[in-house]
Each structure stands twice: as structure tokens, then as C-alpha cells.
């Protein structure tokens, strides 16, 4: 079993900042890639940022620049830095980890960007 828990969501302006952590426990011996993905209502889910093991990061277009990813591979965690937020960055952020070609999903945190 995996678990992952997540934290940090919540509502703020246009143009601040949040910072959203994730901690993986349980079986997580070989995490390859920890990550973030969203969902906002009506759309379907899109990938915000991930990392792997050995630091490579890819980021959602709609992101790139704004958000930074990192990871404690000491700590099995995983944490977006979420800056100049937009309205449109309004979602359900969801938390995951790849072990062994197996996705696990964390229970979701809403983050709402709205003055």
C-alpha cells in the first residue's frame, strides 16, 4: 500500500503565491517519478509538473515559469512552489508518485485563485 498525503491548498489572489507538499509513505521502496496534475470542473486532468529520481522535470505548458517542483528522495516528498497565480490555475491539485510502472494518487487539494 501507498499512501500520500497532501497539503497546502487554499484560496488566494491573483498573483500570490501557495506552496503544496506531498508525503509518500508506505511500500514506496523505488519511486521513480513524484508529481503534481489538476483538475479544474468540466476539464479533464492535466499535468502540472513531475520529477524523477535522478531530478529530470517537465512542466505543463501553462505553468512553465511560474511554478517550480522539487523533491526529497530522503523523505519521500514532493513540493510545487506555485507563484503568479492566475485564475485559470483554479483546481483540484492532485499529488502522484510512479513505482514500478504503478501510479498512486493522493486524495487531492483545492486551491482557488480568486481576488
Known amino acids: 500500500q501507498v499512501q500520500l498525503v497532501e497539503s497546502g491548498g487554499g484560496l488566494v489572489q491573483p498573483g500570490g503565491s501557495l506552496r503544496l507538499s506531498c508525503a509518500a509513505s508506505?511500500?514506496?521502496?523505488?519511486?521513480?517519478?513524484m508529481g503534481w496534475y489538476r483538475q479544474a470542473p468540466g476539464n479533464q486532468r492535466e499535468l502540472v509538473a513531475k520529477?524523477?529520481?535522478?531530478?529530470?522535470?517537465n512542466y505543463g505548458d501553462s505553468v512553465k515559469g511560474r511554478f517550480a517542483i522539487s523533491r526529497d528522495n530522503a523523505k519521500n516528498t514532493v513540493d510545487l512552489q506555485m507563484n503568479s497565480l492566475k485564475p485559470e490555475d483554479t483546481a483540484v491539485y492532485y499529488c502522484?508518485?510512479?513505482?514500478?510502472?504503478?501510479?498512486?494518487w493522493g486524495q487531492g487539494t483545492q486551491v482557488t485563485v480568486s481576488s
Open positions: 520529477i524523477t529520481s535522478g531530478g529530470t522535470i
Open positions: 502522484y508518485v510512479e513505482i514500478l510502472f504503478r501510479v498512486y
Open positions: 508506505g511500500s514506496i521502496f523505488g519511486i521513480n517519478v
